[in-house]
């Protein structure tokens, strides 16, 4: 069994940043594409980032492009969201996910995390 714990939320003022890390356990770090997702109240889910098993390729949404930076350990088992110039929009759950490796340019994630608030006042 697959586990996913997100940490590193909080509320924070507009242009502040944080950093969110997802540790995984149960199966080879390794092996997995991460993705980072957040969910707002009253919206559905979306995608924020992604990182291939290797670190070697990474994708964000347009609306966290050059703000965000996606990024992998696979010595300590964890991906991490870095969050720059944060924005009262940024407000959410935030989610990481695992993948095969490869499926995450599909959107095929298998395992969730439980979510980290992130909180952006104005």
């Known amino acids: 069994q697959v586990r996913l714990i997100e940490s590193g939320g909080g509320l924070v003022q507009a242009g502040a940043s944080l950093r969110l890390s997802c540790v995984v356990s149960?199966?080879?770090?390794?092996?997995?594409?991460m993705g980072w997702f957040r969910q707002a109240p009253g919206k559905e889910r979306e995608f924020v980032a992604r990182?291939?098993?290797?670190?070697?390729?990474?994708n964000y949404a347009d609306s966290v492009k050059g703000r965000f930076t996606i990024s992998r350990d696979n010595a300590k088992n964890t991906a991490y969201l870095q969050m720059n110039s944060l924005k009262p929009e940024d407000t959410a759950v935030y989610y990481c996910?695992?993948?095969?490796?490869?499926?995450?340019?599909?959107?095929?994630?298998?395992?969730w995390g439980q979510g980290t608030q992130v909180t952006v006042s104005s």
């Open positions: 996910a695992a993948a095969t490796r490869g499926w995450s340019i599909i959107g095929k994630y298998d395992y």
């Open positions: 149960g199966r080879s770090f390794g092996n997995y594409d």
């Open positions: 990182i291939s098993w290797s670190g070697g390729s990474t």
